[in-house]
């Protein structure tokens, strides 16, 4: 695992939102909901998708800890924001940016590697800001030819 570490501007996102737990993972449901209206979001900027996953102070990663997951886009400004979607902002910081390749089935025993092995041995640890996956152009749900980049919110260790 070798990320680069990267400054991630404060960004505005529109998009749809639920709290789950890894035991009840609703992501399905949640971006099932999204996809069909994501282009009644009207001041979208570029066509990438967000995975963005809220935990609260002190998570752990366990299976019964609530957390709260956004299907959303970035857009310019919160002007026009559609029924039933909210408005979310990620404020600017640093990012240590993984790209990972493959489908889904793999995902959990990257995401482990990344907080149990890479986060301990480097000289950053988790900040407290939202972690999400840009889901690009090379992104394909359950193709293991799928890519995408999973940013994992950083500071330098104190």
């Not at 979310?88 to 990344?114: C, M």
């Amino acid at each position: 695992m070798n990320p680069q570490i990267k400054t991630f501007p404060t960004t505005k996102f529109i998009g749809k939102n639920l709290s789950f737990t890894y035991s009840d993972y609703r992501a399905f449901e949640l971006w099932s909901s999204f996809m069909p209206r994501r282009k009644e979001v009207q001041n979208a900027i570029g066509t990438d998708l967000y995975n963005i996953q809220i935990n609260p102070i002190g998570f752990s990663f366990g299976l019964q800890e609530p957390f709260v997951k956004w299907a959303a886009v970035p857009v310019a400004n919160f002007d026009f924001v559609p029924d039933g979607m909210e408005t979310l902002e990620i404020p600017e910081g640093w990012y240590a940016v993984f790209h990972y390749k493959g489908d889904q089935s793999n995902a959990p025993a990257f995401f482990n590697a990344i907080y149990t092995e890479w986060l301990p041995a480097s000289n950053y640890e988790l900040d407290h800001r939202p972690q999400f996956e840009i889901l690009g152009a090379k992104y394909k749900t359950n193709d293991p030819n799928s890519e995408e980049e999973i940013w994992i919110p950083v500071k330098l260790k104190s």
